[in-house]
């Protein structure tokens, strides 16, 4: 009893220390994956619109829902639009590709931010609906390989934006970004929460399992 007594003790020890171990490992995996992409980023994201280049003739408007689980309106959608339409007002871009999930067809991302942009006053004509951006990953590598753009303005929150322009560089894109206002704190609190695992998947995805776009198809080049 005494040997199988010590056994356990043992085994408990051990998968004390190895459950510590790996939590200790985890933690630091997220916060070196976070760190490598906010400072990668940091010196390719304007916030304010007479200070962003204008030698991006297209931006890439990365989707959300226009309205959040309650109803009611999603600042995150708001602001973006806001964003991309003082861009195409001021001159800085020529032509937007609205990237968002469509997977369901009650669920329309796309049709829902050309919507919005033709209110703010953007002509049709001047924006392309990608229905394939089901996730970040897919939106940027699709800019590229379905519609030919090497080089864009990315249109988001700063959280978002940074992780965007991280991929952009894994595909040899010349990218800056364009960082949409953020909602108050505590409305995007969750989201915040979210962006740190975000952040270290974007890394796993990229660098270590080497995840692809869910579907490219056949090209549609944007000739601007």
Known sequence: MKIKSLFIKIKKLFFNKWTIGATLLL?????????????????????????????????LLLGTSRYTTRGTTNLYF???????????????????????DNSLKEYNEPKQMLQALIEKG???????????????????????????????????????VERALFIAAKYEIDAVGFAAKDPPEKYSLKTRVREYFAKTKAVIDLYIIHKKPKFLGKKEIINI
């Not at 708001?78 to 968002?100: E, N, Q």
């Not at 392309?128 to 303005?153: H, N, P």
Request: charged share 20%; glycine share 6%; with cysteine.
């Open 78 to 100: 708001k602001y973006r639009i806001d964003a991309a339409a003082k861009l195409y007002h001021t001159g800085k871009i020529k032509h937007i590709i609205v990237s968002g």
């Open 27 to 59: 933690i630091g995996f997220i916060i070196f994956s976070n760190w490598i992409i906010i400072h990668s980023a940091k010196e390719n994201v304007y916030d304010v619109v007479s200070n962003t280049p204008k030698d991006n003739n297209v931006a």
């Open 122 to 160: 953007v002509p049709e004509n001047a924006i392309t609906l990608d229905f394939a951006g089901f996730r970040t990953l897919d939106s940027v590598v699709r800019c590229k390989k379905v519609f030919g753009q090497s080089k864009f303005i990315i249109v988001s929150q700063r959280f978002h």
